[in-house]
């Protein structure tokens, strides 16, 4: 990598510019009925302890027995993250104490993971794509959940979690901002949303970050790490990253140094603040679980399962640029979800892609997000939305209407062009019309007349007169050049 830095990602300290150095493990619940080595549901939202076997509680004598469906998301996850895939890896218990993990162990891989090195490419805002490489992504179980606030005296345990498959995917340390961070988990998240290995909720706890920051000058070496644990959404990413940068500045700046350890991030606060020194990290003593086979499958199996794979969010914007003749960022924007690509395509099909594009990113995206709701609940269907963009190029409706008609169509549903007939919304092309209009309009303001001769601009003030006296249904071009010819303005 160069030592060039682009000046906007430097942190302003009292001493001169700092570097902010981030690396994330990102925690996936894989997407499967049953949970990594034991037959237990994985539904959220069950009673206490209703999901949980004899494997899920380590009753003594219990073999865990892989579920092959974890393996195929873990490799077609890989895949997404055009990653090497390990034809052989290798199940290890990482050994620990916690109320909330009966077997005192977790069934996790060190060495042998089962998905080596890849890449992500993370599209910024101002157009840079950053290169994000994936170090490694491993297979795990989760452990339980332990519930302190439910009696007086004793902590609880709910195993409901317990053995659902999680994959760890690690990053190398390629991230300079607190916004390229957040932007890594959202192209991840909207990766393993297409792939349909994760969903992705991470209200749900189903997707959360491990961050790791670090500080340097410009140029030099790395900096000591900590590494900021459990963060369930992107906003605290965010958050967690900027204050943790500060503190560390703050600190070298009065001549201190790091420690490496690791923090929480108290969101009520906006801070981070230590949980462990490196001095206290455990010591796991990893070894190959012996209840559990190395893991093996072929070259061929793998094949199938890249064949099989959809097409993915990076494709989907090529696509939509080349075939659509979108901008990278109109395109970026409609890849993020799937079912919002897809509606997109819908209501471009056979009609000016980027005309559909702007329809469902201004007045649709808008609309939902005024809403809180999703594009699959969207009032107004595809087939809906592009009939008023037809209305349009067709000529029968004005811009302007056709957002009224949009509203109509959001609030009451219908057919937009029998709503167009019903409640005479027609542009009225009729220049005999229009002509009276403009007409009364200069009759009225013979002041404003004398100065939009010397003035053209204020063509734009009489324009909107006359749209406001025909209810906005003149059509504008009409409109503009019967005022141009009427005041002698020329254009
Ligand atoms: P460990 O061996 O303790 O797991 P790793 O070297 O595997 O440590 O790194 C764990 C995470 O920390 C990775 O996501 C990596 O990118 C990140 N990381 C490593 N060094 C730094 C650093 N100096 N600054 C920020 N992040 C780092
Ligand atoms: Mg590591």
Request: glycine share 10%.
């Amino acid at each position: 990598m160069g030592v060039s830095v682009n000046p906007s990602k430097l942190i302003k300290g009292a001493t001169g510019d700092w570097e902010v150095v981030i690396g994330m493990e990102v925690h996936a619940q894989v997407n499967s009925e049953a949970k990594l080595f034991s037959g237990s549901s994985t539904t959220f939202g069950a009673e206490p302890n209703d999901h949980v076997s004899f494997v899920d509680a380590a009753m003594p004598g219990m073999l865990p027995v892989i579920n092959e469906e974890c393996v195929r998301q873990c490799i077609r996850s890989g895949l997404g993250l055009r990653a090497k895939i390990n034809l052989r890896s290798v199940f290890d218990r990482k050994n620990y104490f916690y109320p909330d993990l009966p077997q005192g162990y977790q069934i996790s891989q060190y060495k042998h993971p089962i998905v080596g090195e890849g890449m992500v490419y993370v599209d910024m805002p101002d157009g840079e794509t950053v290169e994000v490489r994936i170090e490694r992504l491993h297979v795990e179980q989760d452990a339980g959940k332990s519930v302190h606030d439910l009696h007086p005296t004793m902590s609880l345990v709910d195993l409901n979690r317990s053995g659902v498959g999680l994959m760890e995917i690690v990053s190398l340390p390629d991230l300079r901002s607190a916004e390229e961070a957040k932007a890594y988990v959202s192209k991840l998240r909207t990766i393993l949303r297409y792939l349909g290995t994760c969903d992705g909720d991470m209200e749900k706890g189903n997707l959360r970050a491990d961050v790791n920051v670090s500080v340097r000058r410009p140029g030099e070496p790395f900096g000591t790490r900590c590494e900021i644990k459990n963060l369930n959404s992107i906003r605290y990413i965010g958050q967690a990253i900027d204050y943790e940068a500060r503190r560390q500045i703050g600190v070298l700046e009065d001549g201190g140094v790091i420690d490496q350890e690791t923090r929480l991030f108290d969101h009520a606060r906006g801070e981070t603040r230590s949980m462990r020194s490196k001095e206290e990290a455990h010591d796991y003593r990893y070894f190959p679980d012996p209840d559990l086979l190395p893991l093996e499958f072929t070259q061929s199996y793998v094949d199938a399962l890249a064949k099989d794979l959809p097409e993915l969010p990076d494709e989907k914007k090529a696509r939509f640029i080349k075939d659509y003749g979108l901008s990278a960022y109109d395109a970026g924007v409609l890849v993020v979800e799937r079912a919002s690509a897809d509606y997109f395509e819908n209501v471009a099909a056979g009609r000016d892609g980027k005309a559909a594009a702007n329809w469902v990113i201004n007045e649709l995206f808008g609309r939902l997000n005024k809403e809180g709701m999703d594009v699959a609940a969207s009032p107004v269907s595809a087939a809906q939305l592009g009939a008023i963009i037809d209305l349009i190029a067709k000529g029968t409706i004005s811009g302007k209407i056709a957002k009224d008609l949009f509203e109509i169509v959001w609030q009451d549903g219908g057919d937009p062009e029998r709503i167009v007939e019903e409640r005479g919304l027609k542009q009225v092309t009729d220049t005999g019309a229009i002509e009276k209009a403009v007409d009364e309009i200069i009759a009225a303001n013979p002041d404003k007349v004398e100065q939009a001769k010397a003035k053209p601009t204020l063509l734009g003030w009489f324009v909107g007169q006359v749209m406001k006296a025909t209810g906005g249904k003149a059509n504008p071009q009409a409109v503009n050049a019967l005022l141009r010819q009427k005041l002698g303005i020329g254009g």
